[in-house]
């Protein structure tokens, strides 16, 4: 059994990897038409705005965990 940070970095990859499993499923599942076809929220696609908020939302992530790992290793 992990203990401590090792644990708690591993149930965090762990949420990271099956929410990202969950989003290549959301987006593998619709055809570029549904996704890039037409406006969806005001003048975005459902495409762009799936990037808006996955990428930022990505590097938020990436660098709050490595300062946590700065601080817990």
């Excluded at 203990?3 to 591993?10: I, Y």
């Excluded at 099956?18 to 570029?32: P, V």
């Amino acid at each position: 059994m992990l203990s401590g940070g090792a644990g708690r970095r591993f149930r965090l990859l762990a949420r990271l990897e099956d929410a990202k499993a969950g989003l290549i499923a959301t987006i593998t599942a619709r055809s570029d038409e549904e996704l890039y076809g037409s406006a969806w929220y005001a003048k975005w696609t459902k495409g762009r705005m799936i990037q808006f908020n996955t990428s930022s939302a990505y590097a938020n992530a990436r660098a709050r965990l490595r300062v946590w790992l700065k601080t817990h290793d």
